[in-house]
């Protein structure tokens, strides 16, 4: 699960927009959470889009409002909770904006929604039901009963865009909400995500990742078994692809077929994410990860002698209940060891309806709250030091960017390491892949000079 790669994302809508769209068709679009949830907002956006709404830069500017929301921690969930607040008054303003509560919040295992009163919601959608949500448009052209929506005919696609080609997960990690609320695994057809991947990349994208809670798994629910190696094969050769990654492995499901084909395809980057959770076998039995540390090591050091110069980024879960302070070394002493590019890192949040969270009710298995966040910043501080050391050893290095857009006066690329490049340049290179020569380095990215 990505559940750690946590993203605030401001909407399209909030891009400064100097289009005339009356209110009524205006949609403003607010997501929290994983990378699965910014895939989804994407996809309503452009669906949205296509049936003739533009976005607003402000929800009071909006006639339709969504909240893509997250469970996995509750500090996510207490932020939409906040932005539901702030609706009251847009609503009592202009009693026609329609407000969807879309996203992980809404199931049926999660009571906090409905132990709140809420009467500035609508409609209540689940995660990833595009459709639905655009159908519930109040000016929408769409309907449900008509075939299913171009979700991927994007006027504009971004340079780099994900791909969901699978929904759900099939395993019961002790502290993981996300199969309660996404429901069981569904692989998407191959031909399908094909067929997307060709028509976004027609309309100007250059980079896929494909995404899934186990990207791994995709396939094993088919006709046939085909698996992600079959995929990425197929993708790779879409017309006018220049990178191909995916999201998220899971150290049970990875295969030597899969290591092999991301060394042999030219376009798929050498870039793995895989989260290992906690050092100590002894945790990851309590987290019910299906793994041990030893074969964690050993696919590790598979994925570095098969793919040179791969980077490898991994997620933790700090404060696990049962995780003792020499649990919690043997995973500072794991990340000593790999020396990951980058480490997602988060204290234990208690979700209602897991097993982790009658662990945390034990006072013999709970980790404090000030303990938690200790051990999260002492983990922090670990990996900013070896981060930084990492990215030290590209200076003077050229690496290939491919250009995103603009921050601040520079251009901002990804190297295949997708490790984040800054330039200067007079042109405008989105799109384009440049070489870059790298001048300063820090922890999170890269400075340097364009080479083209
Ligand atoms: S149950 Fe486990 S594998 Fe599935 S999404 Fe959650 S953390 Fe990932």
């Known amino acids: 699960m990505q559940d750690l790669l946590f993203i605030d994302k401001l909407s399209l809508a909030q891009r400064p927009d100097r289009d005339t769209t009356p209110r009524a068709r205006r949609y403003y679009v ?16 452009a669906a949205l889009q296509n049936v003739g709404y533009s976005p607003a830069p402000r929800p009071e500017e909006a006639s339709f409002i969504v909240l893509n929301s997250c469970s ?18 847009i609503k009592r303003e202009q009693p026609d904006t329609r407000v ?38 109040p000016n929408s052209i769409y309907t449900l009963d008509e075939p ?10 971004p340079v780099s865009v994900h791909v969901p080609i699978q929904y759900g997960c099939n395993m019961t990690c002790a502290y993981c909400v996300i199969p309660l609320r996404r429901g069981h695994e569904r692989s998407r057809p191959l031909d399908e995500i094909v067929d997307e991947c060709r028509r976004i990349v027609a309309r100007g994208a250059r980079e896929i990742t494909l995404l899934g809670q186990i990207v791994d798994s995709w396939g094993h629910d088919m006709p046939g078994r085909p698996q992600l190696p079959d995929l990425l094969e197929a993708v790779h050769e879409v017309p006018g692809l220049q990178r191909l990654r995916f999201l998220t492995s899971h150290p049970a499901w990875m295969t030597e077929r899969l290591i092999a084909t991301v060394a042999r395809l030219p376009r798929c980057m050498p870039d793995i994410n895989l989260p290992v959770q906690a050092g100590s076998d002894r945790v990851l039995k309590l987290m019910r990860r299906g793994y041990t540390i030893a074969r964690y090591q050993a696919l590790v050091a598979r994925i570095r002698e098969t793919i040179p110069g791969v980077s490898l980024t991994t997620d933790v879960i700090v404060g ?54 200790s051990r999260r910043r002492e983990l922090e501080r670990l990996q900013e030091r070896i981060a930084t050391e990492r990215s030290a ?33 007079p042109d405008d290179l989105t799109g384009r892949l440049v070489p870059v020569r790298i001048t300063q380095t820090s922890p999170w990215a890269l400075q340097g000079q364009a080479l083209a």
């Open 30 to 45: 607010w997501t929290v959470g994983c990378q699965m949830n910014v895939s989804d907002s994407e996809r309503l956006e």
């Open 72 to 89: 996995v921690r509750a500090s996510a969930e207490e932020r939409i909770f906040g932005k539901l607040g702030e609706l009251v008054r």
């Open 100 to 137: 969807i509560l879309w996203g992980c919040m809404v199931g049926p295992q999660n009571r906090s929604i409905f132990e709140r009163q809420l009467p500035m919601v609508d409609h209540f959608v689940s995660p990833s039901a595009v459709d639905e949500v655009v159908a519930l448009a």
């Open 148 to 157: 299913a929506l171009p979700v991927a005919s994007w006027a504009h696609p």
């Open 320 to 373: 696990h209940p049962g995780e003792t302070r020499e649990d919690f070394a043997q995973t500072l002493a794991l990340c000593e060891e790999i020396r990951f590019d980058k480490v997602h890192i988060a204290a234990f949040s208690a979700r209602p309806g897991t097993l982790a969270a009658e662990q945390e009710a034990d006072p013999a298995l709970a980790v404090a709250e000030d303990e938690k966040e």
């Open 393 to 425: 050893g590209l200076l003077g290095q050229t690496v290939q960017a491919l250009v995103e857009g603009e921050n601040k006066g520079k251009w901002r690329g990804r190297s295949p390491n997708n490790k984040l490049v800054f330039f200067a340049h």
